[in-house]
């Protein structure tokens, strides 16, 4: 199994600011994935992170708004810019696994949002 | 349009009664199903997957083509069964890329 830690676990913001999601692995992996999980939705990919190339936008995510860096195989970070109160989410970096785990997603705890 | 729908937002049963939680799906091709589960405070985890043809935890789902749905069982539930039950489909073959119902919350009382 992967083990993930995600910083910082909640964070509260003032709207115009940026906050920046870190995301550590224990493994080396190939691709992580950003997830969001707005207040009484479903989680959503934002984008998937590779290893050096830019990452892969979902529709509806851009990388102005969601700028992501994966400077090596086990950590990311994403930045949420801009911020309203509409990006108050929880976001989850998740990656999946291998050996007897493969396909298997494996979450972070989240990072959660409150913009004000 | 890809989509996983889950109609129930809560479901709330008895200890010892058995559970379904629904779930639906919208696609073409042929989907790999998972479902999730996140206890309290804690992080969301795989309960199964299709493919595998398991039983975890008592639980099972059977994928039905015909029906396109992926409904999640157990006959006798248990109080340490509570939680929020997401059901998920892979369309691409990249597992790490899933699409994820609203999630059902299965409340177990004693």
């Known amino acids: 199994s992967a083990v993930i830690s995600q910083k910082p676990s909640r964070d509260i913001c003032q709207r115009g600011t940026s906050l920046t999601i870190q995301c550590q692995v224990d493994s080396q992996v190939t691709m992580m994935f950003w997830y969001r999980q707005q207040p009484g939705q479903s989680l959503t990919l934002i984008a998937t992170?590779?290893?050096?190339?830019?990452?892969?936008?979902e529709s509806g995510f851009v990388i102005d708004k969601f700028p992501i860096s994966r400077p090596n195989l086990t950590f990311s970070t994403l930045t949420v810019s801009n911020l309203s109160p509409e990006d108050s989410s929880i976001y989850l970096c998740s990656v999946v696994g291998f050996g007897v785990n493969t396909g298997e997603l494996f979450f972070g705890e989240g990072s959660r949002l409150t913009v004000l | 349009a890809q989509r996983v729908t889950q109609p129930e937002k809560l479901l709330s049963v008895f200890k010892g009664a058995p559970v379904e939680l629904k779930c639906n799906y919208s696609y073409s091709g042929s989907p790999e199903l998972f479902w999730y589960v996140q206890y309290s405070r804690q992080r969301l985890q795989l309960l199964l997957r299709?493919?595998s043809r398991e039983s975890i935890k008592g639980f099972t789902a059977d994928l039905n083509k015909g029906e396109t749905s992926f409904h999640l069982k157990k006959p006798f539930a248990q109080e340490e069964d509570s939680a929020m039950y997401y059901c998920?489909?892979?369309?691409?073959?990249?597992?790490?890329?899933?699409?994820f119902g609203q999630g059902t919350t299965l409340q177990v009382k004693p």
């Open positions: 992170a590779n290893q050096g190339s830019e990452a892969t936008y």
């Open positions: 299709h493919i």
């Open positions: 998920a489909l892979s369309s691409s073959g990249n597992t790490g890329k899933l699409i």
